[in-house]
């Protein structure tokens, strides 16, 4: 078995960033957040107001998970205040993927990620992991409105 390359941690619109290779052989690039953020502890078809800055955005179905694109009427644009789930707002490669603890344990952290397959550059990951962020940091006072409760602290 192949010895896994070690995880790379970077900071991104203020927000610390980890892209792991799995053992799966997937790239797995998450944005983490604490206690403060409106999506901590919540997963990806939480419901939140979309943000003004980002209105305009164009949604697109490629970076939207799957499993998401029938849970609400994808608008081609996102208009400021209109609520939607939190997966569609973080458009990223092949959308949502991981909402959960940090795996190293650490209490008070959340992770939001999703993949890419394993022969992405590391460069590429990164840039979109850095973009990911941006649009992570831009819902940090998000107004949830409506989807699942807050999973517990444990």
Known sequence: MDILPDPVTFEASGLPCVIIMTIAG???ACVEITREH?????RREVEVA???ALAGLDVTLERVAYADISAAKLPAV???GASLP?????ACPGG???TG???DGRPGK???GFNMPGETSHDEVRVELEHFAALVAALAQATVTGGPAAAPEV
Do not use: E, G, T
Request: charged share 20%; hydrophobic share 60%; proline share 4%.
């Open 96 to 98: 949502i993927m991981y």
């Open 38 to 42: 409106a999506l901590y502890r919540r």
């Open 110 to 112: 959340w992770w939001i």
């Open 26 to 28: 997937r790239w797995l």
């Open 86 to 90: 939190a997966s569609i707002l973080l």
């Open 78 to 80: 996102l208009d400021s």
């Open 50 to 52: 979309v943000p003004d």
């Open 101 to 103: 603890v940090a795996y």
